[in-house]
């Protein structure tokens, strides 16, 4: 799991690995927030200011920690607001007040004295009580302000958080987060059949217009009908950032990877969650994913036969929601010839068309092709391929938003919300498989 802030227990005796749900004492899952400014880099040497969530006790981050909790848990999250004044205490603009939603779960409650008192979260209206006049949809952190919100988490799956208070601006600014609420079953996402996985990734997509971000920073209003992305992230990094480790150096407040990496046969879950406010059709390449569940709800007739789940050629993500699917690769089945290698008496050695590298172009197949269609087997490539990455044939496909204008970075392609899967060798290392 990557980039998780795991529950921190508060009752005694519970451990994780709790098979039933009805033997599942109640505990207690608590996180500390912080909303907070901060930068992220881009791939062409961009950097973006950003707002976003932080766990009080670590460093800015973007997007914000997944909070990974257990189906029953009483979830209480902090939240402190140290979003920046950008013109300072005299100018025409103060710091926002900033909020937490939590779509999917009922009876939210919120405490402005530091959990003394609950009463369910509402909205705020800068004056009165008009629809015109609204500004959060939940109870709000002023300045420099900690407030709780708390609820149960009643039913497994995978969720967002984020900010109510000028949505508009504010989930552009970037404060978001996902949520996931476990079953208690080892591998299994929810009670249905079929939701069983033998590893798990969260890929979150968005976008950001970085003009209003500059905006922001200098302490202008932001435009919500200007509003025109030109990044576009999986976890809150632009391709080719997408494919390297969750830690590097150069990506220090974006500690989420997006590789997606299996060895043949193995179920991945990959639960995608996604922001900003355009819809994007995420397709995988060498398999379709089979999705499972949609913003948290299995999808079942009976909540217990997985009866319903749908392998789709494009996962069209709406704005705020969630899709878990699975994604298996399995070639026998997908290509119908033996593509382990086991019949290497028939090599598929590939020689780049001539029109596809001369000196002009040379794109080659591109330095990761192992040039054969063979899993763990590669052909020297040569002069057509001179820099090759490719370490003991494995196969990489992209995994990317089927929009091309996503595709890039501030109009530079490929880039964008772009993530890849490598198909990892039998027997062989799969880095960035756990
Ligand atoms: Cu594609």
Redesign the pocket.
């Known amino acids: 799991m990557r980039g998780v802030m795991k529950r921190m227990l508060t009752a005694a005796g519970v451990s994780v690995g709790m098979l039933l749900m009805a033997f599942t004492p109640a505990s207690a899952a608590v996180f500390n927030l912080t909303a907070d400014a901060g930068e992220i880099s881009m791939p062409d040497g961009a950097q973006i200011y950003m707002w976003s969530f932080r766990d009080s006790a670590g460093g800015f981050r973007y997007p914000g920690p997944v909070l990974d909790v257990l189906v029953g848990d009483t979830v209480t999250v902090n939240l402190t607001n140290a979003l920046p004044d950008m013109d300072g205490p005299s100018g025409p603009m103060s710091a926002d007040a900033v909020s937490l939603l939590f779509p999917g779960h009922e009876n939210v409650e919120f405490s402005s004295d530091g959990g003394v008192t609950w009463a369910p979260t509402g909205p705020a209206y800068t004056t009165g009580g008009s629809k015109e006049s609204l500004r959060s949809l939940a109870g709000e952190a002023a300045p420099g302000q900690t407030v709780s919100y708390r609820f149960v988490a009643a039913k497994p799956g995978t969720y967002t958080y984020y900010s109510g208070t000028y949505p508009h601006k504010h989930v552009d600014m970037g404060l978001v987060g996902a949520i996931i609420v476990r079953t208690g079953l080892p591998n299994q996402a929810y009670f249905t059949t079929g939701s069983n996985y033998d590893y798990e990734v969260v890929q979150f997509y968005s976008a950001v217009d970085p003009d209003q971000h500059k905006r922001i920073k200098a302490g202008l209003p932001y435009q919500n009908s200007a509003y025109l992305p030109q990044y576009w992230f999986v976890n809150g990094r632009a391709f080719p950032d997408t494919i390297a480790p969750d830690t590097v150096s150069y990506l220090p407040n974006q500690p989420m990877g997006a590789l997606l990496a299996l060895y043949p046969k193995e179920r991945l879950l990959v639960r995608m969650v996604t922001f900003d406010r355009d819809m994007h059709p995420l ?3 060498g398999n379709h994913l089979m999705v499972l569940a949609r913003n948290g709800r299995p999808l079942s007739s009976d909540g217990v036969n997985g009866d319903l789940a749908i392998e789709e050629y494009t996962q069209t993500m709406h704005p705020g929601d969630t899709q878990d699917g699975i994604f298996t690769w399995d070639p026998p089945m997908n290509f119908g010839f033996d593509v382990y290698g086991g019949d290497v008496t028939q090599p598929v050695p590939v020689i780049v068309p001539p029109e596809h590298n001369s000196v002009n172009i040379n794109v080659g197949f591109g330095q990761l092709f192992s040039g054969t269609a063979y899993l763990g087997h590669k052909v020297d490539l040569g002069a057509d391929a001179p820099i090759n990455l490719n370490a003991m044939g494995e196969m990489y496909v ?1 995994f ?1 938003s ?1 929009f091309e204008i996503e595709l890039q970075n501030e109009g530079v392609g490929p880039g964008g919300m772009l993530a890849v899967i490598m198909i990892c060798v039998p027997g062989k290392p799969c880095p960035g498989h756990p």
Do not use: C, Q, Y
Request: cysteine-free.
């Open positions: 397709h995988s390449h992209p990317h089927h």
